[in-house]
């Protein structure tokens, strides 16, 4: 039976909270031209079984609209006067407000800044000490070509990955991962862990550099040459800088004023706690205002250091030896990629040099609009980092290659002083000596010709003379990197530059930027997860972070600081970030779905990624990344576990084990950090721990309850307007979730049915990512 729905009509009482936005003259019965049209309840309908019942009907929007008859509005020809075929215009909802605005989020002043952010986080350190020493231990450019391969597959998707989750989300990295599923909640958690691990002794190392910073305001610098010291009325050259050299001394003693094992502490080091001070003041005024700050310093502190390493490679270039030493860096040795460790370690290295797993990406990315094109950031930033690791190696190789060439010259001089010497006390005969050789003007062709002849005639007893080759390969090929690289090689390096305090300077405050902006970065990623879940002023917040951190650096600051800061190096970090960074890539790929994932970002961007992507993130991803663990693993079980600490008395390193408490702590830093993944999981999977959805910002909900209002209001206008809701546009963009091809669709239209926790079983748009 059908009838009219008047005034008259009996009383539909339905479980929406929405009032149905029916029109006055609709209500009166009136229309603009001419009768008004009828909408006819659908049969079989609760509300015509017992329109003669005084029991209210309880019957939803959505129960309505389900039924298999409704009433198609657009062939009906009683369409308020039209003609047939032709569609009766509906009133038009009030369009919503940008999320991006509605959310109250901060954001990013222009597309520049967030670009120099991300470069700045994730060129670092690493790429000027790291990088160049793995060229030259894993065969010379050919080291690059497996540095490319690796980066190509785990290096741009999983950075892609992140950069979408964290602007699609927006969210820092507690909140996505407890977005995209709550039992793996634990991965933020971890991720800010390993954070703030890394970020303690990270400031430790710009606190070096601003101590050597402020010492090279001096002329000559003051590692130029070994200090003297009294002897009764004597002046003698200090016997522990004499025995090893004035950079390597100045280093260990005036610098650190290390201990010769873990064990002796020997108390702060008053120089470095002042040092690690004035560093996390400097980080502090960087991030106190959020983006808004660091935002405005990432312009300086991105871009200084590639003037830098420009006006470097320049003056390298111009130095004698410097060909030499770039020569030496590109030669590629290609048996050497054959072997697994060169693959091992230049997967590590395309893995942290990205930041995955920090979480300052993921924060970084949280702050741009959600159309932003994170693709193109993806492949842009990784291409920078992969160019300026190879420019930094430029500079790095031209200036060893310029101090390769002054330690040969003077193992030269040193070498024909002592064959002078065996020549005027009879040990060696002239007749050695070939007649065109001039020792006033001795090169190394010369001494190499000489050498060898003397070392033929004397086989017997060459071994007693104490000559050496000194070759200029032996120099290229002594491998430096980290700590030994900036502050012993390369400082010693400069001492021979002509004006060389203001290269010092440069290269220092190179140093310092590149450090800031990887602290910048860090410190987003724990302070982001943090402001998302709790309602405190990023000041205040800021302010007693830093306060802790530069507390607990004091661990570092020690004299034996120098050897913690290898440990936390060596195993807060390496093994726990790769868990961290798979489990991400699992949670996305296996668990929400990639199909599901390139939709959405087909739905953010515009345009649907390549399937390259889609079976990286699938397959080949988790898989390097499994390799990956179980290699770290492996090494971490056969390399034995100790620290190169100083001898004083023999003016060396030599190798040391950890004592058992030392080891204790290294472990302890693994556990700490990967505690939480389990504990989250097995505290979700028992519904002992929310599953995070109140942490959302109250506007963030808001948003999202204002496009379920708003889905509700539209299906109830249909409904009185006799609308087919197969045939009305829909609100939401369609959701056929595709394969890698775009061909084969897997739809997905049960809205609100997931078995998901939390907010993830709302029907929004919002929760489809």
């Known amino acids: 039976m059908r009838r009219r729905i008047h005034s008259q009509a009996p009383r539909v009482t339905t479980k929406s909270t929405t009032s149905l936005p029916i029109d006055p003259l609709l209500t009166l019965g009136l229309c603009p031209s001419g009768p008004c049209p009828v909408a006819v309840m659908p049969k079989n309908t609760k509300v015509t079984q017992k329109e003669h019942s005084n029991e209210p009907v309880t019957e939803s929007v959505a129960d309505l609209l389900s039924l298999e008859h409704p009433m198609g509005f657009k062939s009906s020809q009683m369409s308020m006067g039209l003609s047939p075929g032709s569609t009766a215009p509906v009133r038009a909802l009030l369009p919503s407000p940008d999320p991006d605005i509605e959310d109250g989020r901060p954001a990013w002043n222009n597309k520049l800044e967030y670009i120099l952010a991300q470069v700045g986080f994730s060129v670092g350190l690493g790429n000027v000490w790291r990088f160049p020493y793995l060229c030259q231990k894993n065969g010379g450019g050919a080291y690059l070509v497996p540095y490319f391969i690796l980066l190509l597959l ?52 710009i606190g070096w550099s601003i101590f050597y910073f402020f010492q090279s305001f001096q002329y000559p610098l003051p590692w130029a040459e070994c200090p003297l010291q009294r002897n009764g009325s004597q002046a003698i050259v200090v016997p522990e800088c004499e025995k090893s050299s004035a950079t390597t001394y100045f280093w260990y003693r005036q610098a650190l004023n290390t201990t010769s094992t873990i064990d002796d502490t020997g108390g702060l080091n008053w120089k470095m706690v002042l040092s690690l001070l004035v560093a996390w003041i400097m ?39 410097a060909v030499d030493g770039i020569a030496h860096m590109f030669t590629p040795k290609l048996e050497k990629m054959l072997e697994p460790q060169v693959w091992r370690e230049a997967a590590t290295q395309v893995f942290f040099a990205l930041g995955l797993g920090f979480g300052g990406v993921i924060a970084f990315s949280s702050y741009n609009k959600r159309d932003n094109n994170c693709h193109f950031d993806a492949a842009l930033v990784s291409v920078i980092n ?129 450090g800031l902006g990887s602290m910048i970065g860090t410190m987003t990623g724990i302070t982001t997860p943090i402001l998302d879940a ?102 971490m079980a056969v390399s034995p576990a100790g620290y190169n600490a100083w001898s004083q008395s ?92 775009g061909t084969q669709e897997m739809t997905n239209t049960n809205y609100g049915t997931s078995t998901k926790t939390g907010y993830q079983n709302i029907g929004s748009p919002e929760s489809e990512l």
């Open 534 to 635: 709790f309602k405190i002023r990023k000041e205040i917040l800021c302010v007693v972070c830093c306060i802790i951190a530069f507390l607990l650096g004091l661990l570092f600051v020690q004299r034996s600081g120098n050897y913690f800061v290898t440990m936390f190096d060596d195993y807060s970090a390496g093994l726990p970030l790769t868990v961290v960074v798979i489990l991400e890539n699992i949670s996305v790929a296996w668990i929400y779905g990639t199909k599901r994932f390139m939709q959405d970002l087909e739905d953010m961007l515009g345009f649907r990624p390549y399937s390259f992507y889609f079976y990286m993130w699938t397959y080949v991803s988790p898989a390097i990344l499994v390799v990956l663990i179980i290699a770290t693993v492996i090494e």
């Open 283 to 321: 980080v502090c005024l960087a991030v106190i205002k959020g983006i808004q700050s660091s935002g405005k310093v990432m312009y300086f502190s991105s871009l200084f250091p590639y003037v830098v390493l420009f006006c470097f490679l320049v003056r390298g270039l111009m130095l004698k030896g």
């Open 386 to 514: 992969f160019v300026t690791s190879i420019l930094a190696t430029l500079v790095v190789f031209a200036v060893l290659g310029f101090k390769a060439n002054v330690m040969n010259e003077k193992c030269v001089v040193e070498n024909a002083e002592k064959i002078l010497g065996y020549l005027n006390t009879g040990v060696l005969s002239n007749e050695l000596i070939p007649p065109h050789i001039n020792f006033s003007h001795l090169s190394t062709q010369d001494y190499a010709e000489m050498y060898n002849v003397i070392k033929t005639v004397k086989e017997d007893s060459f071994a007693q003379l104490g000559l050496d080759s000194c070759l200029l390969e032996d120099e290229l090929n002594k491998a430096v990197q980290g700590t030994g690289l900036a502050f012993i090689a390369f400082t010693e390096a400069m001492t021979h530059f002509p004006a060389s305090p203001f290269w010092s300077v440069m290269f220092f405050f190179m140093l310092i930027n590149l």
């Open 154 to 205: 785990i290096g741009i998707p999983l950075f892609f990955l992140e950069l979408a989750v964290g602007q699609r989300i927006r969210r820092g990295s507690i909140g996505v991962w407890n977005y995209m599923y709550p039992q793996l909640g634990g991965i933020g958690v971890s991720s800010l862990m390993v954070c703030g691990f890394v970020g303690l002794y990270y400031n430790v190392i």
């Open 650 to 741: 023999e003016g060396i390193e030599h190798f040391q084990s950890y004592p058992p408490w030392a080891m204790g702590m290294a472990y302890a830093l693994i556990v700490v950090a990967m505690l939480p993944l389990p504990l989250v999981y097995i505290a979700r999977h028992f519904n002992l721990l929310p599953d995070g959805s109140n942490k959302l910002s109250v506007s963030y909900r808001k948003g999202m309850m204002k496009d379920i209002s708003n889905l509700e209001e539209q299906d109830e206008q249909r409904f009185i307007l006799g609308k087919n809701p197969i045939e009305a546009p829909s609100p939401m963009p369609p959701r056929a979730y595709l394969g890698p091809g």
